[in-house]
């Protein structure tokens, strides 16, 4: 059976947080087609044996005119059932008026505080119908790949992830905060890190490790998403903003602490592996889209004790 999963979302991390859904479908049916908006997806899941072909979709998709369109998109795949992870009703009539057989979708019209998580969870529950749909799975990486990176880091030293870039400037704790965290950790420890910053945040970048007073770091900025997934698997803790990097490391069964300041808890909600930071004097189900929250408001000391308590 030819089965077709469609995540109607750009960001990498929001589709990673699906990947436990797609992998119990796949179980099911064999491996899975995703259709997705996020153009950098295909390389997080290459080495998934669950994901048949993953197919990056950048039109058919805003105006409910290109319904029709969108239905021949989806004829041109012959697809027996497709599972759509969203309330959309152009992506709902545009399956139903294709040959596909099978069209299960998030009930419509309830947009409104979506929860990622549990939406995702009922819906599979419902759509296969099983009764405990776990929301954490295993992510999948060659292991030659992981070795590569051992090879050139000295595995005594305690690797870890800072993820210092994220897709928006109010989720990021900023450079100083990161660079005296890491110079605090080399005073007291020993360690290595894997800055994590993308290709916009070679700023960013620079600045952290132009403020580390040791030179036991590597930057990932200039390197492509099938290159940095290494290095982020092969750490021993994530530490930094709500980012995609920390949803690799929680699949790949990495304690990872995030630091929440404007990202909604459900982002976090399906991992054991997610310790979560966030000023003291707010509550985490406040913390939301347009918080704003004063990075400074988490501090050095509180993610250093942090990383201590969660290190063994």
Same mark, same amino acid.
């Given at each position: 059976m030819k089965t077709c999963?469609?995540?109607?979302?750009?960001?990498?991390?929001?589709?990673l947080l699906h990947l436990a859904y797609c992998h119990e479908i796949a179980q099911k049916y064999g491996p899975v087609t995703i259709i997705t908006l996020c153009n950098n997806l295909e390389a997080a899941l290459k080495d998934d044996p669950l994901i048949d072909?993953?197919?990056f979709i950048n039109k058919y998709h805003k105006r409910f005119i290109d319904i029709l369109r969108l239905r021949n998109f989806f004829n041109s795949f012959n697809f027996d059932q497709i599972f759509i992870f969203y309330p959309s009703v152009r992506i709902y009539l545009a399956s139903v008026l294709s040959n596909i057989k099978k069209v299960?979708?998030?009930?419509?019209f309830k947009k409104n505080k979506l929860h990622l998580v549990d939406a995702a969870k009922k819906f599979t529950e419902k759509s296969l119908g099983i009764t405990d749909c776990?929301?954490?799975?295993?992510?999948?990486?060659?292991?030659?790949?992981?070795?590569?990176?051992?090879?050139?880091?000295?595995?005594?030293?305690?690797?870890?992830?800072?993820?210092?870039?994220?897709?928006?400037?109010t989720t990021k704790?900023?450079?100083?905060?990161?660079?005296?965290?890491?110079?605090?950790?080399?005073?007291?420890?020993?360690?290595y890190f894997f800055i994590l910053c993308g290709p916009k945040d070679k700023d960013l970048s620079n600045?952290?490790?132009? =403020?580390?007073?040791?030179? =036991?770091?590597?930057?990932?900025?200039?390197?492509?998403?099938?290159?940095?997934?290494?290095?982020l698997c092969s750490a021993n803790m994530y530490v930094g903003n709500d980012s995609f990097g920390s949803h690799i490391t929680v699949q790949s069964g990495i304690k990872s602490l995030v630091i929440l300041l404007d990202s909604p808890?459900?982002?976090?909600?399906?991992?054991?592996?997610?310790?979560r930071i966030f000023p003291e004097n707010i509550k985490i189900?406040?913390?939301?889209?347009?918080? =704003?929250?004063n990075p400074n408001d988490v501090s050095v000391e509180k993610v250093y004790q942090e990383i201590l308590n969660n290190k063994f």
């Open positions: 999963i469609y995540l109607s979302y750009k960001g990498l991390g929001a589709n072909k993953i197919i299960f979708c998030y009930p419509l776990s929301t954490e799975t295993n992510y999948f990486i060659k292991e030659n790949k992981i070795q590569n990176i051992k090879k050139n880091i000295d595995t005594k030293k305690f690797t870890i992830v800072i993820g210092a870039g994220s897709s928006g400037p704790w900023g450079a100083k905060n990161y660079s005296n965290l890491i110079n605090k950790l080399n005073n007291n420890g020993d360690y600045e952290i490790t132009n =403020n580390i007073k040791s030179n =036991n770091y590597v930057s990932l900025y200039d390197k492509k998403i099938e290159e940095v997934i290494p290095f808890k459900a982002y976090t909600d399906y991992s054991k592996n997610y310790q189900e406040n913390i939301t889209h347009g918080s =704003n929250l």
